[in-house]
């Protein structure tokens, strides 16, 4: 058995390295370079080979492994298992953990400006993962086009603070609103799709949305994108170096030097907030019967209406709920960035917001939370790299997808427990 | 002779050219089983489809008797059929929310009910004290159907977890949580053992005459059919060939011969 396992998995490791050498040879291998205005191939036979030696040698080494744990407990199970068992039960513990952590961030001696804009970005993709996990994990609708609620709330934000000059606390709401207006416009068409079609409808929805934004001229200023959003303050108190005459400002109000950090850190405790608040929302809307109604929506439509639940209004609310949180995000998204263009919500957006939510697992809080500094950490860390950075997400996916098949949070804990007693 | 519950005169279903339902008058008693039986393909799952709003009946009429209200179910679409009718049915494969818990699917039963003490989720959102009275009550009916089918220790697990038998049974008292007029039930025997399907019988029978409810049963079972029903009603080929006590329908020449064929 010992003899026939070391056959297998050397053929395996055989058949890896003639696949890796199969894409990575074109890709890698060849580079053409400008030489007397022409251009000539340069190989670079070298770091294929490195390449083909270490993935073979690798998926030998994993084989060994896998058999390994395999003779020893018996049952197949793997290093992703060993990971995932620790997930599954410290779950509560590391919430809690991360909370703290992202509550004392800001004030961490390392962090400084770059890492602060990473964790805004990633609190950003967060709270768009939370909202989309209602919609996906929840009510098991697959919706590809979620980036038009987050469209439809930064432009609506932006376009509500530079015409009627209201501030952030009122726009942020209304922004919402609108969003969760167009959840429900998309959900009536979409009321008897499911799955594959459902998912290719809210992809065109996404990008009808996005059309509409570059060609809408007088309303968007089409690829010109809005200018001049207004910036938030601290209730009332704008955070300005030199402010008009006569206008207190953060810095004077609490006697401190005034320094541009001070805005960034308001900006990430309130997208911060606003995340938070999504979650809470999250996890009491799954214990009350809407939210019960949802999921057993996903598991099965027909059971539902032979019990009566009204599969209509069910889904329109997810819709609506969802997207709501997309405009929230969004309009934190344009007074952040003080400028918008259709540019940023192109459909990579939505599948970044998909991918995050699916590896995370579906329908699990803190799964979002793990996979969104896993796959949008990983894109920071590569970013010297350009390109090749989005082979770094996608090697991400697949590793997420090899060791934990149902995402990296896949329990799921029922919404509602009989006790011994009550 | 005890009142009719469910009225059903010279429905027909068609689909296409296809005649599935021929002019079936046939009706139903509240605090009796009525089984529905013929050999495969006779019509009766399209029977229970039309009753529960799942298709729309090509012709007839069915009438639902409450205590004081007369209703057209044919007035009903889908859902509504059992949100305002109160007519419950289970399903020939099994249809149970597989990843939900047990107590979850018990509860997703009683929706309507507690998204109106929910106040459509705003007060649900913020603990009103109506609302948690309401759900502390649906939880104390869940586990009164599950303590009858002895699930209670089970109430936590997912119901896909569930053994085959106990999936049926649980698809039974959950339909019961709607607080149904009528219940009709697709094949509930269909894959179980002897020993389960004698608990079946005493679950149908429990039903009937603890709750009165008016159950509608399709079943091949005939350990099932002739144990429990009050009245059976034979199909072929859409059409109503007999109908009488199990044990006329057990002699009758025409349920033999749709079932065994004649000799020549």
Redo the contacts between chains.
């Keep these: 058995m010992e003899k026939n396992f070391l056959q297998t998995s050397i053929k395996d490791s055989i058949f890896t390295g003639l696949i890796a050498l199969a894409l990575f040879g074109p890709i890698v291998g060849l580079r053409t370079v400008a030489k007397n205005e022409a251009l000539v191939v340069h190989p670079k036979w070298l770091i294929v080979t490195i390449i083909v030696v270490v993935c073979a040698v690798g998926r030998f080494l994993i084989n060994l492994y896998e058999f390994r744990k395999e003779q020893r407990t018996g049952i197949k199970s793997g290093i992703g298992k060993s990971i995932g068992n620790f997930l599954d039960t410290k779950g509560a513990q590391i919430a809690l953990g991360a909370i703290i952590f992202s509550v004392i961030f800001p004030f961490l001696p390392f962090t400084d400006r770059y890492w602060m804009d990473i964790a805004i970005m990633m609190l950003t993709y967060i709270m768009l993962g939370w909202g989309l996990n209602i919609v996906i994990g929840l009510a098991g609708l697959l919706d590809l086009g979620y980036v038009a609620f987050y469209a439809v709330g930064a432009y609506s934000y932006a376009l509500f603070a530079i015409h009627f000059g209201w501030s952030f606390w009122i726009c942020l709401p209304l922004a919402g609103i609108f969003a969760a207006m167009f959840g429900v416009l998309l959900g009536f068409p979409v009321l008897r799709l499911r799955g594959d079609y459902l998912a290719i409808v809210t992809l065109a929805f996404g990008e009808m949305i996005r059309i509409l934004l570059l060609n809408w001229y007088e309303l968007t200023k089409g690829p010109d994108g809005l200018t001049g959003i207004p910036r938030p303050s601290f209730f009332g108190l704008p955070f300005k170096r030199y402010p008009d005459e006569g206008v207190e400002t953060f810095h004077t109000f609490f006697g401190l030097e005034y320094s541009p950090m001070q805005r960034i850190i308001f900006l990430y405790y309130l997208i911060l907030v606003l995340a938070l608040i999504t979650n809470l929302?999250t996890i009491?809307?799954r214990r009350?019967?809407?939210g019960?109604?949802w999921?057993?929506l996903r598991?099965?439509e027909?059971?539902?209406?032979?019990?009566?639940?009204?599969?209509r209004n069910t889904k329109l609310?997810a819709f609506a709920i969802g997207a709501m949180f997309g405009g929230f995000a969004g309009s934190f998204f344009a007074t952040r960035q003080a400028f918008i263009s259709p540019e940023s919500f192109t459909f990579i957006e939505s599948a970044i917001i998909v991918a995050i939510v699916v590896l995370g697992g579906m329908g699990s809080q803190t799964g979002v939370v793990l996979s969104t500094v896993f796959l949008i950490g990983l894109i920071e860390v590569f970013r010297d790299f350009e390109s090749y950075r989005m082979i770094a997400f996608g090697g991400a996916m697949v590793l997420i997808m090899i060791f934990r098949p149902r995402g990296i949070l896949a329990t799921?804990k029922?919404?509602?427990?009989?006790g011994k007693k009550g | 002779m005890s009142e009719k519950l469910l009225d059903v005169e010279n429905l027909t279903m068609k689909f296409g050219g296809l005649v599935a339902i021929d002019n079936l008058t046939f009706s139903a008693s509240k605090d009796k089983i009525t089984s529905i039986i013929g050999p495969n393909g006779a019509g009766k799952t399209t029977v229970f489809n039309c009753l529960t709003g799942f298709y729309k009946a090509t012709a007839g009429s069915m009438y639902l008797n409450k205590e004081n209200e007369r209703l057209n179910l044919k007035k009903f679409s889908d859902f509504r059929i059992a949100q305002k009718a109160g007519v419950a049915r289970t399903f020939q494969n099994i249809r149970l929310f597989p990843q939900m818990s047990v107590l979850e699917n018990m509860m997703v039963a009683q929706h309507n009910k507690l998204m109106d003490a929910s106040g459509f989720t705003f007060l649900g959102l913020f603990n009103s004290p109506s609302f948690v009275q309401k759900e502390k009550e649906a939880v104390e009916i869940s586990k009164y159907w599950l303590d009858i089918i002895g699930l209670t220790n089970r109430a936590n697990d997912d119901a896909g977890d569930l053994p085959y038998g106990d999936q049926r049974k649980l698809e039974i008292v959950r339909a019961m949580c709607i607080n149904p007029h009528l219940l009709c039930l697709d094949e509930p025997a269909a894959g179980l053992n002897a020993r389960e399907s004698a608990d079946l019988n005493k679950l149908l029978l429990f039903i009937k005459n603890e709750k009165k409810t008016g159950i509608l049963l399709i079943e091949h079972d005939m350990s099932v059919v002739m144990g429990i029903s009050d009245h059976v009603v034979v199909l072929n080929y859409g059409k109503k060939i007999f109908q009488g006590t199990a044990k006329e329908t057990k002699n009758s020449p025409e349920v033999i011969e749709a079932y065994l064929g004649t000799d020549e």
């Design positions: 929302f009491k809307i009350l019967p809407i019960r109604a999921e057993a598991e099965d027909i059971a539902c209406k032979s019990l009566g639940v009204n599969p609310t799921r029922p919404t509602i427990i009989l």
